[in-house]
């Protein structure tokens, strides 16, 4: 593209018109073909706002296992019988959309702000550089499809990028309610609070102001508990606590059930790649023995170890964007359901890593994973294609392997990621280097 498309305002506009195009095209193929372009998930989330409206529980409604709040976000839905019936029942959409658009522009400020350096100077990345990895994001059609099929991941997304966005400006208020928020609105962004938390030390002690070894290990202990940590916890606890009490007073053990305690016991086997798949396909024949205990009810164990405590553990004060990443890089590959839509959970936070990274710099590297994990999704495609659409059994060998071969495929590319950033040095917050700058006049 040329240079003067290059514009806050061009790159926007663009995102927009993208969005609307398919937003246009997704109403004319809903009226006109059997095979529908929004997503079966929409028509969840606004039959659980029809429920909200009258009243009643939307979890009524079943298969909705979200958090209330997105259904009353979604009560305009509800208003078809006002003029515009068709505008109304496409206001998630609309509002999902707009959600991508404010994640993406936060992705820019927060690269524009110098977060993804490790420069003591701050040196800041040009809006051109900051606009080509935030479109990563904005001009990606498969992001735009998503949303606009009315999966509700853009607003995950704000709030994600949120947290970054309000660190990198020292807002500690706002990144503790987004952690929260985020947290009660699809449970897995709880793998954040100890990146986000760790990092914070960084910011309130910098690293040639630390105690020196002649401490105690108490001294030691004590300069663990910041300000900024403290504050941080204790808004998105209470936040969490707030909003999780006042949902099960109004909805009871529906709400507990379907939102939390589900994703425990979920057996989706269906356009899953993960290698779990068989094993959910067999438990998922044996309903029968509900109470009996159940291996995959585990799978959770190693994923959170790896993406919750490790990752952050070793790579939180070197780069938090890229350390964001690869957790979610971890949680999805590790998770005993993985299907496409989870992509976009770490896709938003690629433009954090790719400015300072190994694919990058080594374009053969790149180029070599993006194919190889492209490849491997074709693999599984093809047998899951046949299974779904041929009635052919390919459960065992051809779907078994090819999701063995697609989950060695990431765990390749997340070491790739770890390596990368486990040799940075340690980062300091743009908020702390003007903190410094601030101080220095």
């Known amino acids: 593209m040329s240079r003067a498309f290059w514009s806050p305002t061009n790159v926007l506009l663009a995102a927009t018109f993208l969005r609307l195009v398919l937003l246009v095209y997704g109403l004319i193929q809903d009226a006109y073909s059997p095979v529908k372009y929004t997503d079966i998930d929409y028509f969840v989330f606004t039959d659980a706002a029809r429920y909200a409206s009258r009243g009643q529980s939307p979890y009524a409604r079943e298969t909705y296992r979200y958090t209330p709040l997105l259904a009353w976000l979604l009560l305009p839905t509800t208003w078809t019988s006002f003029p515009g019936a068709t505008f109304w029942f496409s206001f998630g959409k609309l509002l999902f959309s707009a959600a991508d658009l404010l994640a993406g522009w936060m992705i820019f400020q927060v690269l524009r702000n110098g977060e993804v350096t490790s420069n003591k100077d701050g040196k800041r990345m040009s809006v051109e550089s900051g606009l080509k990895f935030a479109s990563i994001w904005l001009l990606n059609p498969m992001v735009a499809t998503i949303s606009t099929r009315g999966s509700s991941e853009g607003l995950l997304g704000v709030m994600v990028i949120g947290m970054l966005w309000a660190g990198s400006r020292g807002a500690f208020v706002l990144q503790g309610l987004l952690l929260g928020l985020g947290v009660h609105f699809k449970i897995y962004p709880v793998i954040y609070a100890p990146a986000l938390i760790w990092s914070l ?3 309130w002690q910098p690293y040639e102001k630390q105690p020196s070894k002649n401490v105690t290990v108490m001294e030691r202990a004590k300069t663990l508990i910041t300000s900024a940590r403290a504050l941080v916890t204790s808004v998105s606890l209470s936040t969490f606590i707030v909003l999780n009490t006042w949902c099960y007073f109004a909805y009871g053990q529906p709400f507990l059930q379907e939102t939390f305690l589900h994703h425990l ?11 779990y798949n068989i094993l959910l396909y067999l438990s ?9 205990f159940r291996f995959e009810s585990l799978a959770f164990i190693p994923q959170l170890f790896l993406s919750g405590v490790l990752i952050p ?3 939180a004060k070197r780069d938090l964007g890229s350390t964001m990443l690869a957790q979610t890089f971890a949680f999805v590959t590790f998770n ?3 299907t496409s839509q989870y992509f976009i959970w770490y896709i938003a936070l690629l433009p954090f890593y790719l400015p300072t990274s190994r694919p990058l710099a080594r374009p053969a590297l790149g180029l070599t994973a993006l194919g190889a994990w492209i490849g491997a999704q074709a693999l599984w495609l093809q047998q899951g294609y046949q299974l779904e659409f041929l009635g052919r059994s390919t459960f065992f060998p051809g779907l078994w392997l090819t999701s063995l071969v697609f989950f060695a495929t990431n765990v390749w590319i997340l070491g790739i990621v770890v390596e990368d950033v486990g040799s940075r040095p340690v980062q300091y917050s743009a908020a702390w280097l003007k903190l410094q700058a601030r101080e220095a006049k």
């Open 201 to 203: 030390e960084a910011y």
């Open 265 to 275: 016991s979920r057996l989706d086997h269906r356009h899953n790649f993960s290698p």
């Open 284 to 292: 998922s024949s044996q309903q029968s023995q509900s109470h009996s």
């Open 313 to 315: 553990l070793f790579l």
């Open 336 to 338: 005993k359901v993985c």
